[in-house]
């Protein structure tokens, strides 16, 4: 998953919006706008990947709820932090034990 | 059936992202991900109010990569059936209408339309989410809530009365195609969806969810849980075609090794149990095992013709 970009409907001024400028039905007209909302501030314990242990067989990428886990070369390769939630499936399903759930240092 | 699906061999394109607010560690997240790309991108989905319009996007955030269509909670298969006709008008045929609602929009408030549609033979996919309670509205009773379960509205002794068996209530319709899958077995759900869209007429398929804060388990093992279960035969894994069932996947191996998990493992890895009592457990387990035999003599039966 590429790093958040900025789509072309901008809502940074939604709460001034009167009636006119909203659509009937409350359409919202693009697809995907979440990927620009953070998630990763819910996190308290996050996931470390030990890439020597990786076997590549996928399957913290196939059960992450969050699609966070950025696999290249068909290895687990690093997390979206802007997005994962640190539910921790990633490291209980790992057969390899390649994840550990570190405790979250906030600055 | 073609080859089943694996892991490298599932597409990589994202149809859900991130940044949605469904809960950590969430099972609908898992099978709404991996269920869309079984859909493909030209599917157009009618979603009730549930946690799936939570996941989806709470205004003016959308997270799916596909046409959503949120309606009222009773009208899902009905704007289903709206959105058929609409696009038969427009020649636009090939586009896939998939209705996706919670158990509250299938099972209680969703039933009449849905039974309906089923009753015209409406061509779309109709999936059910069983997250067994109304859970973004916090954790109340449904339909499909289990006997036993506590809920913020049954706190004191848990549901009293047994879970609504929907998946049998689809089947006696007689559409060509029902099945059940597991938020804890996405492949086998992805397989399931492809199936269900080659079919023509109405299909269901009622997906088991496990869900962190409304089953009180620690969000890491949602897919635990959900495996847990299909592993102690709570829960079964099945196809009904021709009015057939025909066990799938880990059920299917759970008839050939006979060695099913006590069911109280899957009961006491929740909070939501905590007032069962051991001997309420063993008489849960003894439904289970009933139901089971009657599973091993079928395949007793199938096995000597």
Not at chain 2, 159 to 174: E, F, L, R, W, Y
Not at chain 2, 248 to 257: C, N, P, Q, R, Y
């Amino acid at each position: 998953m590429s790093a958040a970009k900025k789509s072309d409907w901008d809502v940074s001024d939604i709460d001034t919006w009167g009636p006119e400028r909203h659509q009937l039905g409350a359409t919202i007209p693009v697809a995907g706008n979440s990927e620009e909302v953070e998630t990763g501030g819910w996190r308290s314990q996050v996931p470390v990947i030990s890439p020597e242990k990786c076997t590549g067989c996928l399957l913290c990428y196939f059960y992450c709820p969050d699609a966070s886990i950025i696999i290249e070369d068909g290895k687990a390769a690093g997390i979206d932090f802007e997005h994962c939630k640190g539910c921790g499936i990633c490291a209980r399903e790992c057969p390899a034990k390649a994840i550990a759930m570190k405790a979250e240092e906030k600055e | 059936m073609s080859a089943k699906t694996t892991i490298l061999t599932l597409p990589r394109e994202e149809l859900v992202y991130p940044g949605n607010r469904a809960c950590a560690g969430c099972g609908l997240s898992i099978a709404y991900r991996i269920g869309l790309k079984a859909l493909g991108p030209d599917t157009i989905l009618v979603v009730p109010p549930s946690c799936l319009t939570v996941l989806q996007g709470l205004f003016p955030v959308a997270s799916t990569k596909l046409p959503c269509l949120n309606v009222t909670f009773a009208s899902t298969a009905a704007a289903a059936t709206g959105l058929l006709g609409a696009l038969k008008m427009r020649g636009r045929q090939h586009t896939k209408v998939v209705g996706w609602a919670g158990d509250g929009g299938t099972a209680d408030i969703g039933i009449q339309a849905l039974s309906g549609a089923a009753e015209r033979e409406e061509d779309f996919l109709f999936m059910c989410y069983d997250n067994e309670g109304y859970m973004n509205t916090g954790v109340q009773r449904s339909g499909t809530t289990p006997q036993g379960a506590v809920t913020t509205n049954t706190p004191f002794k848990g549901k009293q009365q047994k879970k609504k068996d929907v998946p049998a209530i689809m089947a006696a319709h007689g559409i060509d195609y029902v099945a059940t899958a597991s938020a804890a077995y996405p492949l086998d759900l992805y397989d399931k969806i492809r199936k269900a869209l080659s079919l023509s007429g109405t299909k269901y398929i009622h997906i088991h969810t496990p869900c962190p804060p409304g089953w009180g388990f620690e969000p890491r093992y949602s897919i635990k849980v959900g495996r847990l279960a299909v592993e102690t035969g709570y829960f079964d894994l099945y196809e009904i075609e021709q009015g057939m069932l025909r066990l799938t996947g880990a059920s299917e191996k759970l008839v050939e090794k006979r060695e099913l998990v006590p069911v109280g493992d899957y009961l006491r890895s929740q909070s939501r149990f905590r007032l069962l009592s051991d001997e309420q457990i063993a008489e849960i387990q003894a439904q289970v095992d009933t139901k089971w035999s009657g599973y091993y003599r079928a395949a007793g039966q199938a096995a000597a013709e």
